[in-house]
C-alpha cells in the first residue's frame, strides 16, 4: 500500500516532470537545441528542422496535416517547406487522394539530412548523460518511452 507519503512523493514526480517538460517545450529552448543539432547541415536551420524532421516522422503529407502534426500554423509550414525545397531537401508531388493538393515528399538529400540531424541529436544526448552512473541513462530512457508512450495514445492500457 502506497499511502499518503507515497501518494506525495508521486505528486512531488509528477510535478518535476511536468516542469521539465515545460522548460524542454519552451521555445527558446527547443531553438537552441535545433540551432545546435542544424549547425552543419546544409539548408537547415532552427526555424526550418521542425517542418524537416516532422515530414520524416509523418511521412509524406499535406502542409495542412503536416503542420497538425508539428503544432506549427500552415502557412508558416508551407513558407518552410518551400525554404527547404529550395535547398533541395523536400520536393512537392500531386496528393493521391485530392487531385487539388500536394504532399510534401523527403528528397534523397532531405533524407541524408534527417540522418545527420539524427545523429547530431543522438551525440548531443550521449555527451549529456556521459557522466550518469552505470545504467541510469538505460532506464531513464526505458521510463522516457513508456511516458512518451502514454502521452501519445492516452487511452491505450487503461481498463473502464
Given at each position: 500500500?502506497?499511502?499518503?507519503?507515497?501518494?506525495?512523493?508521486?505528486?512531488?514526480?509528477?510535478?518535476?516532470?511536468?516542469?521539465?517538460?515545460?522548460?524542454?517545450?519552451?521555445?527558446?529552448?527547443?531553438?537552441?537545441?535545433?540551432?545546435?543539432?542544424?549547425?552543419?547541415?546544409?539548408?537547415?536551420?532552427?526555424?526550418?528542422?521542425?517542418?524537416?524532421?516532422?515530414?520524416?516522422?509523418?511521412?509524406?503529407?499535406?502542409?495542412?496535416?503536416?503542420?497538425?502534426?508539428?503544432?506549427?500554423?500552415?502557412?508558416?509550414?508551407?513558407?518552410?517547406?518551400?525554404?527547404?525545397?529550395?535547398?533541395?531537401?523536400?520536393?512537392?508531388?500531386?496528393?493521391?487522394?485530392?487531385?487539388?493538393?500536394?504532399?510534401?515528399?523527403?528528397?534523397?538529400?532531405?533524407?541524408?539530412?534527417?540522418v545527420k540531424l539524427r545523429e547530431a541529436m543522438e551525440s548531443f544526448l550521449a555527451e549529456e548523460m556521459a557522466g550518469w552512473p552505470a545504467g541510469e541513462a538505460a532506464a531513464f530512457?526505458?521510463?522516457?518511452?513508456?511516458?512518451?508512450?502514454?502521452?501519445?495514445?492516452?487511452?491505450?492500457?487503461?481498463?473502464?
Open positions: 500500500m502506497g499511502g499518503v507519503n507515497e501518494t506525495l512523493r508521486d505528486s512531488t514526480s509528477a510535478a518535476r516532470v511536468a516542469a521539465a517538460i515545460g522548460a524542454l517545450t519552451m521555445r527558446a529552448t527547443r531553438a537552441g537545441l535545433y540551432g545546435r543539432l542544424t549547425s552543419g547541415v546544409e539548408g537547415v536551420d532552427a526555424t526550418t528542422y521542425p517542418v524537416l524532421s516532422g515530414l520524416d516522422r509523418v511521412g509524406p503529407a499535406t502542409a495542412t496535416r503536416l503542420a497538425e502534426a508539428i503544432g506549427m500554423d500552415r502557412t508558416v509550414t508551407t513558407r518552410y517547406a518551400t525554404r527547404l525545397q529550395e535547398a533541395g531537401l523536400i520536393a512537392r508531388r500531386p496528393d493521391p487522394s485530392d487531385a487539388r493538393a500536394t504532399q510534401l515528399v523527403l528528397t534523397a538529400a532531405g533524407e541524408r539530412a534527417v530512457a526505458a521510463r522516457l518511452e513508456r511516458l512518451a508512450e502514454a502521452l501519445a495514445h492516452p487511452d491505450a492500457g487503461r481498463t473502464a
